[in-house]
């Protein structure tokens, strides 16, 4: 019988130096997987990713970090390359890189428009892609992605748009890989109470999506909380296998399909 367990288990986590993937990559190494590879992107997180590597040690796991811009599919073939000589062959592959823009579509310009589809969408491809290459037989891929997708909104085209993509990938990944029994999903939390979610919003529109959820006055903010969304990524990763080929919005009622 298959072990579905995350204990004993290798992962590797895409931004998994703060925010979301800091708390994931903290959360795994609690249910004690056995060796953890976190990936940052700019030289400002490398103390938040010291840190998470700290936490994940403490919690009894190896840890390695690394750096990279991942926009490439070049770095992102290096990463899983460099993360298998580290730590083998990856049991959970989890990917949590993303950028948000809120602007009309008449104030988009062509550099911001590659710089969405290249962080949010090509990275999220080759990302499935050198998954399928590594990842162990039964494991587990899972990507980010955002409750936007259910959506009916003006401003976020460059970035629900270049997140839409990542639905198709991830159904096509998980017939491709389903012979060897890998699941592969996707999670798009509602807006989340991160730094990157308020630079991008003005104060009625924070105002708006603190009460736009079904359960919003349940929540510590009103938005989705990190914590929110743990216990879905641990299922998707572990006993939750069944489930392949799926995009689920986690977001207390924001938004559905």
């Known amino acids: 019988m298959t072990d579905h367990s995350i204990k004993g288990k290798t992962a590797l986590i895409t931004g998994g130096a703060k925010n979301l993937g800091g708390l994931v990559a903290r959360d795994l190494a609690a249910q004690g997987a056995k060796a953890i590879a976190i990936h940052y992107n ?61 602007k009309p579509i008449f104030e988009i310009n062509e550099a911001e428009y590659d710089e969405m589809a290249a962080v949010n969408s090509k990275t999220a491809f080759f990302f499935l892609q050198q998954a399928g290459r590594h990842v162990h037989d039964n494991g587990k891929v899972l990507t980010i992605v955002t409750s936007l997708l259910g959506a009916y909104t003006p401003f976020y085209a460059s970035y629900a748009g270049m997140k839409a993509p990542v639905e198709h ?13 890998i699941s592969v999903n996707a999670i798009g939390p509602g807006p989340m109470d991160t730094p990157f979610f308020y630079p991008a919003e003005g104060a009625d529109a924070v105002a708006y999506h603190k009460t736009a959820a079904a359960l919003s006055k349940f929540s510590k903010t009103g938005l ?3 914590e929110d969304i743990i216990p879905w990524v641990r299922l998707m990763v572990s006993d939750g296998w069944w489930m392949t080929g799926q995009t689920i919005l986690v977001n207390g009622g924001y938004t559905t399909k």
């Open 42 to 102: 700019s030289t400002s997180t490398k103390t938040e990713a010291d840190a998470t590597i700290a936490a994940i040690q403490a919690a009894g796991a190896q840890a390695v970090a690394f750096q990279a811009d991942l926009t490439s599919a070049s770095a992102m073939e290096k990463l899983f390359a460099d993360t298998v000589a580290a730590i083998g062959r990856p049991d959970i592959a989890i990917n949590t890189v993303g950028k948000v823009l809120k």
């Open 224 to 226: 989705t909380d990190l």
């Open 169 to 181: 990938f991830t159904r096509a990944a998980s017939k491709e890989f389903g012979d060897r029994g």
